[in-house]
């Protein structure tokens, strides 16, 4: 059977502080610049959430992107959307909110529940100039 890789967009907006504690303020001021203002910033992020599995017969689909949306939602956009990724987020927590570390949090959350399909593959975008992704490994 071919196997397809499907993608959904989401989009959230959430508010975070590039901060690592174990430096000192200077330091942290070095290293992430605006990022570690202490009074927040934000951001309208995009995720691309990429499953692959075998066309349904029966359906014609790999995963019903309508069900993919409700599952991203339940696991990620719901506990992250109009939060603060330092305050809020309790899977965050002990974490610096970096889009690296934040897509990597996610996939543990996803990847579980979209069975049959696998969870190829994340894309956090933080601006429209910069993203990462992240494949599981
Ligand atoms: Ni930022």
Known sequence: MPQVTVTRRMHFNAAHRVHN???SD???RTLFGKCN???WHGHNYVL?????GEVSERTGYVMDLAHLKRIV????????????FNLDVDFMQGTIPTSE???VAFWRLIAPLVAPATLTRLV???TANNYVEYDGR
């Open 73 to 84: 939602e339940g696991a990620v956009i719901d506990r992250v959307d109009h939060k603060n």
């Open 101 to 103: 570390n934040i897509v």
């Open 21 to 23: 504690p174990a430096l």
């Open 124 to 126: 956090l975008w933080e």
């Open 26 to 28: 200077d330091e942290n």
């Open 48 to 52: 691309d959430v990429s499953v692959r």
């Open 37 to 39: 203002n202490p009074n």
